[in-house]
């Protein structure tokens, strides 16, 4: 396969494409609200995920994951994403991973204990080795603290996955980068203080390097939903160099900086080029 760094003149092959592919199905769904929350026991319960019972809802029980936070694996089947997380903290013993991830599940169990929580959702599936459904969500206690952030500031989590906006709920009115920017600090102070995972990190906290490190993202295929600008796969060019139209699969391989992901994408004519798109473009 032939792989070009993409130009402006070469893009308006693909900006040509018609959209005549469905839709993302991530496409960001209305949120939906469940209050009087209660979590259920269940053995597959960890640190970012959880069966819930709303008392809202009487019919449903739902499994939900955390939107933006990844908890560290609380059991050690998965030696290659041990690795993968214990790099992300800088931790010289995958096995020591284990023994965060366990934190972080009591300290889940903790919070969700008293009961009463809120939960606000877009019912967009959360990918995972469980064989039931599952759904991205935001988790508010009810003296107002977001469990993805009160992870992070203990140092029990990455910031990592997927996001979405939350400027449309009331509790958070904020934006999909906003977050991401508001967890990126939290976890700066959660490194200085070595607190949670980052008590095994080797180095000191380097208060640049946290701003400005790429954001971390799974590899996948994105089928866009709208129109969106493609930039150099250099993350210090900030100009646009061509846009993609509605029903082109954009191939993710990596963040590149906090707002940006090396993308790969192929036009009409089957040539490939590189470059790179916003992740709120992306829906990521």
């Known amino acids: 396969m032939h792989t070009t760094t993409c130009r402006l003149g070469l893009l308006g092959l693909a900006a040509g494409l018609l959209a005549a592919a469905p839709l993302d199905a991530r496409a960001a769904k209305k949120w939906r609200e469940y209050t009087g929350c209660n979590v259920i026991p269940n053995a597959s319960n960890d640190g970012d995920s959880f069966h819930v019972k709303p008392s809202n809802i009487k019919t449903r029980r739902y499994l939900f994951r955390l939107y933006f936070v990844d908890t560290p694996e609380s059991e050690k089947s998965l030696p290659e994403r041990l690795q993968e997380q214990a790099d992300y903290f800088g931790m010289d013993n995958p096995m020591d991973v284990v023994k965060v991830g366990k934190d972080a599940v009591k300290f889940t169990e903790k919070f969700l204990a008293d009961g009463n929580f ?37 140092g029990l989590a990455r910031v990592y996955g997927r996001g979405t906006d939350l400027s449309e709920l009331e509790a958070y009115k904020r934006t999909e980068d906003g977050w991401w920017k508001r967890l990126r600090g939290a976890e700066l102070e959660a490194k200085k203080e070595k607190l949670g995972a980052w008590a095994y990190s080797g180095g000191p906290a380097n208060p640049l390097e946290a701003l400005f490190a790429p954001r971390e ?56 080029y590189e470059g790179s798109a916003r992740f709120i473009d992306l829906g990521l």
Do not use: C
């Open 118 to 154: 809120t939960v606000y959702s877009r019912l967009a599936d959360a990918l995972g080795r469980s064989s039931k459904d599952r759904d991205y969500a935001m988790v508010l206690s009810a003296d107002g603290r977001d469990l993805s952030y009160e992870l992070v500031r203990n």
């Open 217 to 272: 993202v799974d590899e996948q295929d994105v089928v866009l939903s709208r129109t969106i600008s493609i930039y150099p796969a250099d993350p210090a060019q900030t100009r646009p160099i061509g846009r993609l139209n509605p029903g082109v699969t954009v191939h993710v391989i990596k963040g590149i900086s906090p707002d940006r992901a090396h993308v790969r994408f192929t036009t009409s004519s089957g040539q490939t």
